[in-house]
């Protein structure tokens, strides 16, 4: 077989809608029998229905080979894994063999074979006989089987090889898992039906010999190509309202859900329904941790609830069309979409897009076909508001094959392609990871010009979104705040879409989850698959968190007395919320009011802080949904905004009457002890521990890595400090007077610790740093490390924000309270470790040992393993707690940003080296 061929199939039927019939249909999934070569050129007698298959493996399908013990996965972003020269493929070819067989029911008569994904070249056989070939990983193809199915027992072949010139288009940035990953169905279905509803409820049809009713709207049988105009709830991802429908054919009735809702560009900006459309979206690679792409239904939809949850409104569905059972939950329950083509061609990149296949009329029908095959199988969903040619893919002439094709088959729908920044081709201008000050320009209309001027004004009347920004891997990402205020700030901007969904993490029984290069690929990309806002395993990571504070759809603005609150849905009022605003004193609650807000928001009078305990006091409004809606419970939290009501009332510390005396090695008061030579604590109220001491390193971020700041921190040696002690001086104040400096250079901090006595037993800590020599890069963070008896502290509460971790430019969901957790319950997580879990703006924490109060405020960080244990580890199961708790009190940190992919941390998040003061108090508990 020509596995080199451009051709992207045979034998295939015309694509079309995926429908719900009531024809007959039989489900192939499940057990089939398989067996695994690892060349192409394998014979093909295991197509006839005799071979004896009996020594076989069996495989499920759907299913990918390698996360069944067939071969492993491999990862690589941009790489091809094999040398790039198109059409041609690797000798080395994994290729699985599928056999099953099937009774036909009594009185059957002919059918398609239809299969939903399988990667990525597949042929079939029924019966012996062969049906055809068909590429395109991700897009269903359709045999005629009618010809060749007997009554009784029947047997269906196919052979998948994993590589062939159809490989060159699916260069996408995942593991490479080949396989029938999707369903596979014997159906005696054959309609196509093409809705069309807009939003002011005109209906029409295309579906010959088809009649269309929906009995709700009292449309009885319209013919095909008429029209008519209905009073209609329109479609919105905010008011997902679907109308049932039935079309009769005369052999088959077929069911469907419409959605009236119109996209439309007006004077640059995108509108829903006639109303500008925010998108507040992420980008979403199918994936479960033990079963790839072929992803469980119950998966998918815990996707879509996820998202409505936390605020998203959008996704992407990067970059090929999903499972279509997803798009069914998009309509249902509410999400905008972008419908992406499966094409990606991105290693032709790093060979300077030569033989680019976009650019290759050889391929021209390959990349048509995927076009029509995608815009075919999805074009009645509601949820669809633009079609995107693919990916990554450079540029070429087939891209405007593909683009012409598509505008005369669905003119309703803006197409969308980012690799193209002409938009020679698409009807919005797109980008990937621009700065916030690029999308600014942009949204003022200032960008750079192209250099043809009919191309740049058409560019210059499009609506802007970023496809991808704000890489989410590990840490962060940071600036997400930034983004959204600019978005919402400027009409042309639609918004964008997180890149990405989950952490592509496979369950591995050493690594807990794998990543590039656990399978000993020779070519991978590391943890370049882990940069999701979930983990594998759906848990939200930090970054979701926030992301549903930034994305929330109320916005409260206090004043005196006063909030505004203000109705930030694009579709939709506040009828089905309910406010509760909340007033706390140092975390607890003191009093807990309704508050009535109108339907469109507007000016709402603050309850009074009633009398009681002293302390600083905060109220918080929490929006939470009034009734059940189908993608949360009645009571989840939608939105929430705090203000301060009062300041704490300032602390004085009164004088003491006892003093630091010598003892022998130590100098002790407080029932704390100093190391007399060095200064430092050695014992806090009777805790033995190591003291206190200036602390500059954090285990790197992906985006420390990436961005180039871990090797700026690395090449100065911040992670080897050197502590000199130059005087211990005793008197009212104990004085340590210390250089923290790297070898090898002539940079560092002068470090003067200064403890004294409160009349009540607590001990002050004074730290000030004066940094000496030319500090230039950003430092990791400005704080002390002490380390404590791991069987002392095992939680911590703290009153601070929280509940989880926050950083100078993340944390946008962290809230001031009162908090609990254990150290264990500190830690974040991330599939690949790295610094995590800081709680900011902690006013106290209290270990139930001692506590530590800030002035005003400090940062703080728990763990049972060191800073260098953490940034030495791989895997989470590299980290193994050790007999201290490792505790960071920190004055600042160094921003997050996201430059593993876009800017790194705005200039006013970056941490510099300057003089500073810092100052803690410890207490017994
Ligand atoms: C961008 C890709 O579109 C996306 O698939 C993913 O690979 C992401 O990068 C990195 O995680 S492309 C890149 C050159 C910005």
Redesign the pocket.
Known sequence: MDLETYTPGSGLLEPRAALRSDAPALDLNGTWRFRLSPAANVPDDFAQPGYDDADWDELPVPSHWPLHGHGAPAYT??SFPFPVDPPHVPDENPTGDYRRTFDLPEGWTGGRLRFEGAESFARVWLNGHELGFWTGSRLPAEFDAGPWLRPGRNVLAVRVHQWSAASYLED??MWWLPGIFRDVTLTRSAADVFVHASHDGRLSFEGEGGLLSIPELGVADLEPGTEVRLDVEPWTAETPRLYDAVVTFPDETVRLRVGFRTISIVDGVLLANGSPLLLKGVNRHEFHPERGRAVPYETMRADVLLMKQHNVNAVRT??YPPHPDFLDLCDELGLWVIDECDLET?GFHQVGWRRNPTDDPRYADALLDRMRRMVERDKNHPSIIMWSLG??AGVGRNLAVMADWARDRDPSRPLHYEGDWSCAHTDVYSR??ASHAEVEAIGRLAEDPLDDPDLDARRRAMPFLQC?YA?A?GNGPGGLAEYQELFERYPRLAGGFI??WIDHGIVHPEFEYAYGGDYGEPVHDSN?VI?GLVFPDRTPSPGLIDLKKVFQPVKFDFGDGVVRVVNAYDYRDLSHLEFLATVEVEGETVAEHRLEVPAGGGEVKLPDVPPGPAGECWLTIRARLSGDQPWAQAGHEVAWGQTLLAPPAPRTASASLVTFVRDGDEIVASGSGFDAETGRLVRLFGLEVEGPRLDLWRAPTDNDRYGGLEGKWRALGLHRLTHRVDDVEVGDALTVRTRVAPAATDLGMRATYRWTLAGDGGLLLSLDLEPEGDWRDPIPRLGVTMTLPGTAVERVTWFGRGPGEAYPDTGMAARVGRWTATIDELQTPYVYPQENGHRADVRWADFGAFKVSGDPVFGMTARRWSTDELAAAAHRPDLVPGDRVHLHLDLAHQGIGTAT?GPGPLPQYDLRARPATFTLRFDPS
């Open positions: 972003n941009v996408q940035d990067s970059h991105h990916n990554e990937m990871y991808e890489h891997m890149w990405e370049f940069d992919c």
